[in-house]
């Protein structure tokens, strides 16, 4: 939003001197009219947002009408919808939470409120199995699961460029103790949608590997009854192996990691994966 405020009141400022140049020059006696807010808008801006320099305070204008008590919506650089809110004063509102036509809106310091990102549909865990049944997957599993840990940017840097820089949603991640880890995750492809499993799995695992991982070569497996295309990249004496399946809009992701030596002990628990009952 800053970018598009500070374009319009650069234009603005613009307008208003080459309005008054013309204006000087018309006619020396002739006074202008007075713009609204201090000197912040004008009588014919069209829409947008205008800031007071003197109080910083942001307003918002459509048709040259000051807009009061409005949620207003617009469109953020990665295409998500954010919200700003002004009130009966037209004055956008900061730090604050409001509730306006019964949905609760938590407005941030710079006025946003950015809708919650909806990823894929999370399985649920009761004693150690865990169930999906969006992409029909159950696992029983010894170890400690963790289901809260964050990583939904943990790849929509402009490093991940390749594949789309996604959005991630964790679904679980379990400790399988002496033989290592094992996380599954999904990754919104929603700006390559187009790109299919084995594509993926070896570009992702290109873009991941760092400076000495060796990549093998990518080969489907079956998994679940499901296809799947499985990588591993070595580092050292680490493994990470990935196995990956597009559903709809999403990259299912079942990664295991540790040392070589383990890789079998590792594979044995993924083989577990059965269909939902």
């Known amino acids: 939003m800053k970018i598009r405020k500070t374009l319009l009141l650069m234009g603005l400022t613009a307008a208003l001197v080459c309005s008054n140049v013309f204006a000087a020059l018309a006619d020396e006696d002739v006074d202008e009219n007075p713009p609204a807010d201090e000197g912040t808008a004008v009588e014919d801006l069209n829409s947008g947002w205008v800031q007071n320099e003197k109080t910083g305070i942001w307003t918002y204008y459509r048709n040259g009408e000051l807009v009061r008590n409005e949620v207003i919506k617009e469109v953020n650089d990665r295409g998500g919808d954010v919200y700003y809110y002004v009130d009966e004063n037209g004055v956008m509102v900061t730090n604050t939470k409001k509730v306006i036509n019964d949905v609760e809106y938590d407005f941030d310091e710079e006025g946003a409120y950015v809708l919650p990102y909806k ?6 865990t009761s004693g ?15 170890g400690t699961e963790d289901r809260e840990a964050e990583m939904e940017d943990n790849f929509t840097g402009d490093d991940y460029a390749a594949i789309g820089s996604p959005k991630s949603t964790l679904d679980i991640y379990i400790d399988l103790g002496d033989i290592g880890e094992m996380q599954i995750y999904y990754l919104d492809l929603e700006k390559v949608p187009n790109m299919d499993a084995a594509t993926f799995a070896t570009t992702f695992a290109n873009l991941e590997k760092g400076k000495n991982g060796v990549v093998g070569a990518a080969e489907n497996v079956t998994i679940g009854g499901q296809s799947y295309v499985k990588i591993s990249t070595t580092k050292k004496k680490n493994v990470i192996t990935r196995y990956c399946r597009k559903q709809g809009p ?6 295991t990691s540790g040392y070589v030596g383990d890789e079998g002990a590792r594979a044995s628990v993924v083989n577990d994966i059965t269909p939902v009952q």
């Open 119 to 124: 990823g894929a549909p999370t399985g649920t």
């Open 250 to 255: 999403f990259m299912v992701i079942i990664e």
């Open 128 to 142: 150690k199995t865990f169930r999906n049944t969006w992409f029909n997957m159950m696992l029983s599993f010894l």
